[in-house]
């Protein structure tokens, strides 16, 4: 039972990535989804999450417009996609599981389920 990230790497700014995060042993459907990042020295943020059921969207003021997230029902995998890279994008970002219908992005409501995080640099 785990989550698995991958999709991170080393962009310039203004380039485009997309994470994905695949779920084993247990249905994504079951779950709100969220996205997480942490820089070095910062406390983890929540970026982007999707309800379970309710069909609801949040995003961080900082990524809106420029991310986003979805899910595959069929490939039991969730995604982030990443536009307009900034260099105060650079983190390791974080997928993560919570037994909710709606979704938040605060770090408590995510109880179950976290994925290893994937490292995601903006340079030029």
């Known amino acids: 039972v785990q989550l698995q990230a991958s999709g991170g790497g080393s962009v310039q700014p203004g380039g485009s990535l997309r994470l994905s995060c695949a779920a084993s042993?247990?249905?994504?459907?079951?779950?709100?989804i969220g996205w997480f990042r942490q820089a070095p020295g910062k406390e983890r943020e929540g970026v982007s999450c999707?309800?379970?059921?309710?069909?609801?969207?949040r995003y961080a003021d900082s990524v809106k417009d420029r991310f986003t997230i979805s899910r595959d029902s069929a490939k039991n995998t969730m995604y982030l996609q990443l536009n307009s890279l900034k260099p105060e994008d650079t983190a390791v970002y974080y997928c993560?599981?919570?037994?909710?219908?709606?979704?938040?992005?605060?770090?408590?409501?995510?109880?179950?389920?976290w994925g290893q995080g994937t490292q995601v640099t903006v340079s030029s």
């Open positions: 993560a599981t919570a037994p909710t219908l709606g979704c938040g992005l605060e770090r408590h409501y995510y109880v179950d389920y």
């Open positions: 042993g247990f249905s994504l459907d079951n779950y709100a």
């Open positions: 999707m309800g379970r059921s309710d069909g609801s969207i």
